[in-house]
T-cell receptor, first 113, second 113 residues
Framework: GENVEQHPSTLSVQEGDSAVIKCTYS??????FPWYKQELGKGPQLIID?????GEKKDQRIAVTLNKTAKHFSLHITETQPEDSAVYFC????????????FGTGTRLQVTL | DAGVIQSPRHEVTEMGQEVTLRCKPI?????LFWYRQTMMRGLELLIYFNNNVPIDDSGMPEDRFSAKMPNASFSTLKIQPSEPRDSAVYFC???????????FGQGTRLTVV
């Protein structure tokens, strides 16, 4: 099965600064990497994902990069805002699926004013 | 669409009682997942269904846990008898197919006293 490690576990940045969260995975056959944002009292919500045929994907202030050789992928949030404060999870699926996910342990991001 | 709907949102029960959690997936989705979230273990996949058929229940912790999906629009997760260590947030998620991204419900916070 897949093993996903995520760092850091907590991250505090000032509003306007960038935040980077990193994950590694173990199964080289994995080809889909989603990132979820979980706000207090809510379920995880997909914010961005990347497939293994590209190295980077951007959506406004968030971007994800993938290094298949090193088996790691990262979430980048630029110009952080207080509403970015949440717990972020990376995930990797069982090869051959996109939905049977193994989650990282989560990063609690705090954006301070 | 209203998204994945779970009920109840909160459940407090005494040890030894039966607990039933309910989930209505997004209409048209044919894969359904039950996850459990705790501080100690993070997000864990318990079981998933494809076209109403249980595919992988290797994450179900004990025989006290059981899940059913009698039709495409409804699933239950039952714990009988419940124990304090079952206290967690239980999430249901659905996807269009096993190769598509998963959408999570708001979760059920279970407390067993």
């Amino acid at each position: 099965g897949e093993n996903v490690e995520q760092h850091p576990s907590t991250l505090s940045v000032q509003e306007g600064d960038s935040a980077v969260i990193k994950c590694t995975y173990s199964d080289s056959a994995s080809n889909y990497f989603p990132w979820y944002k979980q706000e207090l009292g809510k379920g995880p919500q997909l914010i961005i994902d990347i497939r293994s045929n590209v190295g980077e994907k951007k959506d406004q202030r968030i971007a994800v990069t993938l290094n298949k050789t090193a088996k790691h992928f990262s979430l980048h949030i630029t110009e952080t805002q207080p509403e970015d404060s949440a717990v972020y999870f990376c995930a990797a699926p069982t090869p051959g699926t996109a939905s049977k996910l193994t989650f990282g342990t989560g990063t609690r991001l705090q954006v301070t004013l | 669409d209203a998204g994945v709907i779970q009920s109840p949102r909160h459940e407090v029960t005494e040890m030894g009682q039966e607990v039933t959690l309910r989930c209505k997936p997004i209409s048209g989705h044919n894969s359904l997942f039950w996850y459990r979230q705790t501080m100690m273990r993070g997000l864990e996949l318990l079981i998933y269904f494809n076209n109403n058929v249980p595919i992988d229940d290797s994450g179900m912790p004990e025989d006290r846990f059981s899940a059913k999906m009698p039709n495409a629009s409804f699933s239950t997760l039952k714990i009988q008898p419940s124990e304090p260590r079952d206290s967690a947030v239980y999430f249901c998620a659905s996807s269009l197919a096993i190769r598509s991204e998963a959408f999570f419900g708001q979760g059920t916070r279970l407390t067993v006293v």
